[in-house]
T-cell receptor, first 115, second 116 residues
Framework: EPEVTQTPSHQVTQMGQEVILRCVPISNHLYFYWYRQILGQKVEFLVSFYNNEISEKSEIFDDQFSVERPDGSNFTLKIRSTKLEDSAMYFCASRAGLEGNEKLFFGSGTQLSVL | AQTVTQSQPEMSVQEAETVTLSCTYD???????LFWYKQPPSRQMILVIRQEAYKQQNATENRFSVNFQKAAKSFSLKISDSQLGDAAMYFCAYRRGETSGSRLTFGEGTQLTVNP
């Protein structure tokens, strides 16, 4: 089965530093997402991306966050100035198309630790 | 806004027995989709089963089946013949049906323990 690839698997950073989390979605997919999960809590939607622009974002996705698809294969999440509360597992996901039950493929996640 | 509620933070089952995980949701939409995801200790999100709201027939995937009660806005997951590998966190999720790639809204999760 095709896979969504995320790198790195673990990222440790100092508070206030910028981090970039990287994802390679499945090659023919059109819709891309970032979700996060604080340890012990539910998975929360951050942002969705289609046709090179954000299609939806949550209240969590403030000005400190940005997404980019710089080269047609990678899909990145940037946090400009990390805070302690940004520590979480960040999941990238992709879907092929618009069918409502279209399977959403998740990556294995990047565990971000902000010290 | 749509909400998903899982009222059982933890459940346990004996190997080979059957267990049912509960999920309720709230929406004003008529077109939507419901999902159960499994998250083992590796924290990978694995799709277990999905249900289209317009279908009356309950979805089934091998040992996994759902009881979808649309009027009651209930979507429970039944695991039959439980195996040790079923031990994981299970999340119920909702997606609005529409023409753009809408978000998944997750419940709080149920931690399932399978006892040998």
């Amino acid at each position: 089965e095709p896979e969504v690839t995320q790198t790195p698997s673990h990222q440790v950073t100092q508070m206030g530093q910028e981090v970039i989390l990287r994802c390679v979605p499945i090659s023919n997919h059109l819709y891309f997402y970032w979700y996060r999960q604080i340890l012990g809590q539910k998975v929360e939607f951050l942002v969705s991306f289609y046709n090179n622009e954000i299609s939806e974002k949550s209240e969590i996705f403030d000005d400190q966050f940005s997404v980019e698809r710089p080269d047609g294969s990678n899909f990145t999440l940037k946090i400009r100035s990390t805070k302690l509360e940004d520590s979480a597992m960040y999941f990238c996901a992709s879907r092929a198309g618009l069918e409502g039950n279209e399977k959403l493929f998740f990556g294995s996640g990047t565990q971000l630790s902000v010290l | 806004a749509q909400t998903v509620t899982q009222s059982q933070p933890e459940m346990s089952v004996q190997e080979a027995e059957t267990v049912t995980l509960s999920c309720t949701y709230d929406t004003s939409e008529s077109d939507y989709y419901l999902f159960w995801y499994k998250q083992p200790p590796s924290r990978q999100m694995i799709l277990v089963i999905r249900q289209e709201a317009y279908k009356q027939q309950n979805a089934t995937e091998n040992r996994f089946s759902v009881n979808f009660q649309k009027a009651a806005k209930s979507f429970s997951l039944k695991i039959s013949d439980s195996q040790l590998g079923d031990a994981a966190m299970y999340f119920c999720a909702y997606r609005r049906g529409e023409t753009s790639g809408s978000r998944l809204t997750f419940g709080e999760g149920t931690q399932l323990t399978v006892n040998p």
